[in-house]
């Protein structure tokens, strides 16, 4: 049963209480392995479900336009201040809904229509806003954008930099959405302060080992940090933004009034509660843990033939070509999902084929690992992994390795649901 309860909820909508205990069950039957994905504690759960969700608070800490803000001035603050410990940086915007309008805040504040900037191409493992041609920021500035290697599969800073030189953008990107290495921020740093460029950090998906320790900083390299408080950070779904003292006027006006009205009060709440779990022991040890199968399970994977994008991981992702395996990465996707393991298909760098059919996959440990699984159980995950891309059509084997998915998760308990 979901943890809360849902006794007010069963009683007045009951269709909608048992799509919620029936997305519970889910999520506790299943490897889940999206990489973007986790679970939040259920003290995060209970404070994005209280009467905050009642209160509008535009404006910020002691400078609201409603009244009624004793409370809500300092959850905020409690969450700013959370954060700047936790990351040791000088300003920090909790208000942000989510990752993509936190990166929109960032060019608001620091870019004009029509101005130049770089970033990982999306086909290469960047995000839809650094710059993609679908989405407003490809529309609205002009992108030029750097790559990984083909042979390789990791960013080449020399790349990076002869574009930076050539190109002279107003702001560089580093981050990105699939990116199974480790990001050199003092490299970027280097490069952007070379050729005068602002330097964003998009640690959306790493966060969470950079706060426990088991990922490099972006602190004293970026101007600018966004990232969102979910995935491996364990958060509620939201986003924040942090940067340098000199930057904090230009991106506290560029979300509010800029691109939004007032913060959901509920969300900062599950955030300040997710930041100072992330300032616990506890927290470390799980971030190094998320690594140590990551790593585990990628070694075990190539055993089993699958090509993995650079040849392994250094954080929670792994990228995978699955051209090697005649399967593509959609069909592959949904055959695991039958068997219990949920990922996405996703493309490759140099992908022949098409975003909606590609020819990978993208996976990550950091919610196996919340659930209390190790790196013992990454060579078990692999083998079912590969018995289930390699019987894509069968649904009898399908359903019998969902079924001891199910058996293994019975010994490892999920915040937010009970059994």
């Known amino acids: 049963m979901h943890e809360p309860g849902l006794r007010h909820l069963a009683a007045a909508d009951p269709t909608l209480a048992a799509l919620v205990e029936g997305e519970a069950q889910r999520q506790h039957d299943k490897l889940r392995m999206i990489a973007s994905e986790n679970y939040v504690s259920t003290a995060v759960l209970e404070a994005c479900g209280t009467v905050l969700n009642n209160k509008y608070s535009e404006g910020y800490p002691g400078k609201r336009y409603y009244e009624g803000q004793q409370f809500c001035d300092q959850i905020e603050t409690l969450a700013i201040e959370?954060?700047?410990?936790?990351?040791?940086?000088?300003h920090a915007n909790v208000q942000t809904y989510s990752g993509s309008p936190a990166n929109l805040a960032v060019y608001l504040a620091f870019m004009d229509p029509g101005d130049k900037f770089l970033s990982l191409e999306l086909s290469q493992g960047g995000h839809l806003t650094h710059g993609s041609p679908?989405?407003?920021?490809?529309?609205?500035?002009?992108?030029?954008?750097?790559?990984?290697?083909?042979?390789?599969?990791?960013?080449?800073?020399?790349?990076?930099?002869?574009?930076?030189?050539n190109e002279r953008p107003?702001?560089?990107?580093?981050?990105?959405?699939?990116?199974?290495?480790?990001?050199?921020?003092?490299?970027?740093?280097?490069?952007?302060?070379?050729?005068?460029?602002i330097l964003v950090a998009d640690i959306a998906h790493i966060a969470g080992l950079i706060a426990g320790g088991a990922h490099p900083s972006p602190v004293g390299y970026?101007?600018?940090?966004?990232?969102?408080t979910h995935k491996t950070l364990r958060g509620p779904r939201g986003a924040m933004i942090m940067a340098k003292a000199e930057h904090a006027a230009a991106i506290d006006k560029a979300v509010f009034p800029g691109l939004q009205g007032g913060p959901h009060n509920h969300?900062?709440?599950?955030?300040?509660?997710?930041?100072?779990?992330?300032?616990?022991?506890?927290?470390?040890?799980?971030?190094h843990q998320v690594i140590v199968n990551a790593k585990a399970l990628a070694?075990?994977?190539?055993?089993?033939?699958?090509?993995?994008?650079?040849?392994?991981?250094?954080?929670?992702?792994?990228?995978?070509?699955?051209?090697?395996?005649?399967v593509e990465g959609k069909p592959a996707a949904?055959?695991?999902?039958?068997?219990?393991?949920?990922?996405n298909f996703n493309t490759v760098p140099y992908d022949p084929r098409k975003p909606w059919s590609p020819s990978g996959i993208r996976l990550g440990t950091a919610a196996l690992t919340t659930r209390g699984l190790t790196e013992q159980h990454m060579p078990q995950v692999a083998a079912w992994m590969?018995?289930?891309?390699?019987?894509?059509?069968d649904t009898a084997t399908l359903d019998r390795i969902a079924g001891e998915v199910r058996d293994l998760l019975k010994g490892f308990p999920m915040p937010g649901y009970t059994g």
């Open 82 to 90: 959370r954060a700047r410990a936790l990351f040791g940086t000088e």
């Open 134 to 165: 679908v989405s407003a920021t490809g529309k609205w500035f002009r992108p030029v954008h750097y790559t990984v290697g083909r042979e390789s599969g990791r960013i080449d800073l020399d790349q990076v930099r002869d574009i930076a030189r």
């Open 170 to 197: 107003k702001m560089i990107f580093c981050g990105g959405t699939a990116i199974p290495r480790t990001i050199d921020f003092p490299a970027f740093a280097a490069i952007a302060q070379e050729v005068g460029a």
């Open 222 to 228: 970026a101007d600018v940090i966004t990232t969102t």
């Open 267 to 287: 969300t900062t709440a599950g955030i300040a509660v997710a930041l100072h779990e992330a300032a616990q022991p506890t927290f470390k040890a799980y971030a």
């Open 299 to 326: 070694a075990a994977l190539t055993g089993h033939g699958f090509d993995l994008v650079s040849g392994g991981t250094d954080n929670h992702l792994l990228l995978i070509d699955l051209t090697g395996k005649g």
């Open 334 to 343: 949904k055959a695991l999902d039958a068997a219990g393991i949920e990922l």
């Open 386 to 393: 590969a018995e289930a891309v390699g019987a894509v059509a």
